[in-house]
Structure formats: C-alpha cells, structure tokens
C-alpha cells in the first residue's frame, strides 16, 4: 500500500470510529464553550473530535456536501486521547488544550498530511517538518483536524479564477447557499469554520484572502501586520503581504487563537519587527471598547451594493450608541491607484519566493516546472481557467531590478505613507472602517468570480492588521464590517471590533440552502 492509500485508510478509519461519536451540539460551540465541557467531564477531547469527524462526514462529504476539507488527519484521535492524559495528569496547557482546528492547505505539516496549495504537483511529496505556527498549535494543545481546501496556489495562478476550487479538491461551496462561492482564497478555512466542522481554522492572506471568506462566510477574521506570526513553512506569494491569522465565529476565539499563532520565530525574519513585549491580546476583549473611540468611514469603498450601504450605516449607528466618535468620510488612496504596482511586487516575490519555498522543502521542482506541469495536466489542472500569472511571474527577474524597487516604493507610498498612516494621523483614529466584500457570488466557471468591492487592498499592501465581523445578513447572505489601521495596532482593533460584535450580536448561523 503506497503513502496515499496509507493517509486515505487511516482516514477512513477515524471517520468509522467517529460513527458511535457521543451527541454533543457543536454548532456555534466557542472556544470557552469546549473548556467547560471538558472541566465538567461531560466530553473529552477524544470524543469530542470524534463529534467533529462525524459532523464532517454527514455535511461535508455528504449532505449538503460542502467540500470545505481536503484531507483528514489520520493522527487526530491519538493525539485527542494523548492530551485526554495529559490534561489529566497535568491540566491543560492552554485554552487551545484539546480544541479541534484546521489549517489551510498551504501550511507545512509533517508526518501523514500532504501540503500542496491545491495543486496536484505537490500530492504525495511530503514536507520534512511542520510550520512554525504549527509547532505553536501543537505546543498549545490543540488537536489538527487535518487541512482545508483553497483557491488552488492562494488563487495566484490564473486570471478569471474561480475561488475555492483546486485541482486536488475541487470545489468549496458557501454553506449559506450552495450555489454561492465561498470566496478565497482561505475558502475551506471559511465554510468548515462557518459550518461548526471545527471549533476555529487557520487561513492565510496576501490581499483579502482571510477577510473575504470571514466575510461572505459569516465569520471573524484577522489579518494581522505582517510579522506577528511567522511565515515559516507557509507556500508563499508575497514576502511584503502574506501573513496566517484566525478565522472564528466569534471575536474571543479568534482572539485566543491569535494569541496562540504570534510568537517570533529566529527562522522567520518579518516576525523581528513585531512588538519585543509579549501580548495577551484577550486583554483587548473590551464591551466598552467603543467609547470615546475615533473612527474613520471609508466611503469610497461603499457603494456596490444599496442594500449593503444600508446595512454599515445600521452599523454605524450602533457604533455612535457605543460612544464612538465618528468622522465621516475619510479619504485613502482608491484601489485602483494600488493595484498596477501591487501587481508587478506580487509577481517578483511569487517567483522569488516560491522557488526559494520548494528547494527549502526539498523539492527540485521549480516554477517553471510547475507551469510544465500544469500544461501536460491541463484536463485536471487548466479545466476551468489559466495560469497567466504563473508564466508572468517566470518572465521576472531578481528582486533588485529596478520595476521591482520603484513599484514597491509605490505600494509603501500609496498604501502607508500617503495612505492608512496619513489618514490616522490626521484624525487622531483608532481604526477605518469600511464594508468588507461584497456578497457571495453565484460560482461561475464560464467568467470566474464576480467579486465588485471590498478594502481588503490598502490595509494588504501596507501589510497593516485588519479585522472582520459579521454585519448581518442581507437577502440571507453574510455581510461583514471591517476595521483597519497602522501596524502593530492589533489592540485597539480588537477592542472597537469586540465592543461591535457584543452590541450587535449579528452573526447566523448558516441554512445550507440550496441557494439564495
């Protein structure tokens, strides 16, 4: 029996065990919620994992057949049972001993798990060791369900993409309506977290591809300044953009999660520019965090929907109740502006990058050799769109070519400078605030997706921290608030972010529609 057939049986087997699973109702269940049932007794890790695989059989394999997982850790119930015992002799290692957690599949993970970005180039190689932000789960006790499916490559390969589908697992579907994408590309991360298949997951983001998903999935995400969690062991796009962060139902959970991910890693060098001091940013969890709070709205990121705008002024008006002071409108540059040099910096450091990401895993494929890839696979691989930005990229050269230095002096000026840094200063803000994408769209592999707005880019080249919230529900489709600002302002962030979620309560759980 090769290694795949070994990871398929083992998985299949942990799904029969989760069969005579004990009845615990894990929809909506937080993160304190699982705390108390394993202080109680009234579950343990084990069969509360074995709830989790069983919920995963009967709504993302079958039922309303999701799709959000692309593979199942075959370890997960050993692991569940061996920090039952500990827990037992020791007590728990933190609030994340014992929480079952995905991660996206982008993320190195040692031992029986593959790590592929999507793509089936990389199925069956395996990756000499974990991710640093692994390392710190595994530290924290949580247990690794196994890994989600994504926008194939993080959605950098092709144009007219359509998001979350790959070409090893297919097509994720938005579990409010199954007809609707659930955006990317951290698009398994989204609809498994949004559908109580895991207590919490990790995604990952070059522009919007934690936010959208939180956002269209009804959920919290963050996006924190890069280098508060380490890159290391993560397939990249960007050096200047790419970061990992948590995508929660609830502020509090993604918030204890946070906690879990940032740490510095000697081996990750954006991680030196973060704060010396270590953070709890639970401390942050303010119902007061509204008062006296100066907030900025982004108008010019409103307008592609009546019914959203309707919705954000809904919310700034619980905003104001709350005791925030708001100033309304505030000006950064538009995302047009940004877009031209975004594009040229993401191609030089896809390829640099990339290249640099497979030789350290051990591979000797290149990007060049995955496009060849690609093309003799195409039936499986190029079906439904190109890979225009993969051959765009090979054309770059090194990163100290001159387009590459002047259009990432552009970003930092657009972005930063003259952009979130300017704007704060002026009105003395602790965050903007903006409507955070548009609503799901019908998936569509004829044009691709349909995306028409969002923020997500300012605060994503700058590298700036950004958090989501769910909003509430528009024609029973999730619409998420955002709140950006400076780097390293992940406090004050959490504060306005958590003080909304409790004043609004708007999160719903989703209906498996069959469309919307």
């Known amino acids: 029996m090769n290694r795949r057939d070994l990871i398929k049986s083992?998985?299949?087997?942990?799904?029969?065990?989760?069969?005579?699973?004990?009845?615990?109702?894990l929809e909506e269940i937080t993160i304190d919620e699982i705390q108390k049932g394993f202080?109680?007794?009234?579950?343990?890790a084990k069969t509360l994992t074995e709830a989790y695989l069983a919920r995963i059989d009967a709504i993302d394999r079958q039922g309303p057949a999701i799709n959000a997982v692309i593979e199942l850790n075959p370890e997960a119930l050993r692991i569940a049972a061996e920090l039952d015992r500990e827990r037992q002799a020791k007590g728990p290692r933190s609030p994340l001993h014992g929480v079952p957690v995905f991660i996206k599949d982008n993320i190195d993970t040692s031992g029986a798990m593959s790590t592929?970005?999507?793509?089936?180039?990389?199925l069956g190689a395996p990756t000499p060791k974990d991710a640093f932000l692994v390392t710190r789960l595994r530290a924290a006790g949580a247990v690794l369900l196994g890994k989600t499916n994504l926008s194939e490559w993080a959605n950098f390969r092709g144009q007219n993409s359509t998001s979350g589908w790959s070409g090893r697992g297919g097509q994720t579907k938005n579990p409010y309506a199954l007809d609707r994408n659930p955006s990317g590309s951290s698009s398994g991360s989204g609809a498994a977290t949004a559908a109580s298949l895991c207590a919490v997951a990790?995604?990952?983001?070059?522009?919007?591809?934690i936010v959208s998903p939180a956002s269209v999935n009804g959920l919290v995400g963050i996006k924190p300044?890069?280098?508060?969690?380490?890159?290391?062991?993560?397939?990249?796009i960007s050096a200047s953009q790419d970061t990992a962060g948590p995508m929660a139902r609830t502020v509090r959970d993604a918030v204890l999660l946070l906690n879990a991910l940032a740490a510095p890693?000697?081996?990750g060098p954006a991680t030196s520019r973060a704060p010396k001091t270590r953070v709890d940013y639970a401390e942050f969890l303010d119902r007061n965090g509204l008062r006296g709070a100066r907030l900025g709205i982004v108008r010019k990121s409103f307008g592609f929907s009546a019914a959203v705008d309707k919705l954000m002024d809904q919310c700034i008006a619980a905003m104001k109740s709350g005791g925030a002071e708001i100033v309304d409108p505030v000006e950064i540059p538009p995302d047009p502006k940004i877009a031209e040099p975004e594009n040229e910096v993401l191609l030089y450091e896809f390829k640099s990058g990339l290249n640099a990401y497979l030789k350290a895993r051990g591979s000797t494929l290149t990007l060049a050799d995955l496009i060849a890839f690609n093309e003799k696979n195409g039936a499986s691989e190029l079906a439904h769109f190109g890979q225009e930005l993969f051959r765009q990229a090979e054309k770059k050269g090194p990163l100290t070519e001159p387009a590459y230095v002047k259009a990432r002096a552009e970003c930092i000026r657009l972005a930063r400078t003259e952009g979130i840094d300017a704007v704060c200063s002026k009105h003395r803000l602790q965050a903007l605030v903006a409507p955070t994408s548009c609503l799901a769209w019908l998936t569509d592999y004829v044009n691709g997706d349909s995306s028409n707005g969002g923020c997500s880019t300012p605060p994503a080249v700058a590298?700036?921290?950004h958090i989501t919230v769910p909003a509430g529900l528009v024609h029973g489709l999730p619409a998420g608030i955002s709140f950006f600002g400076p780097a390293w302002s992940e406090p004050a962030l959490i504060k306005v972010a958590y003080a909304f979620e409790q004043a609004t309560r708007a999160r719903r759980k989703p209906?498996?529609?069959r469309s919307a």
């Open 116 to 122: 592929t970005a999507g793509s089936l180039a990389l």
């Open 511 to 513: 209906t498996f529609a």
């Open 202 to 209: 990790v995604g990952t983001e070059t522009d919007g591809s």
């Open 265 to 267: 890693d000697s081996a």
């Open 10 to 25: 083992a998985a299949l087997a942990a799904v029969s065990a989760a069969a005579a699973a004990p009845q615990i109702n």
């Open 463 to 465: 590298g700036y921290p």
């Open 39 to 44: 202080q109680s007794g009234r579950f343990t």
């Open 225 to 236: 300044t890069v280098g508060l969690i380490s890159r290391s062991g993560i397939i990249p």
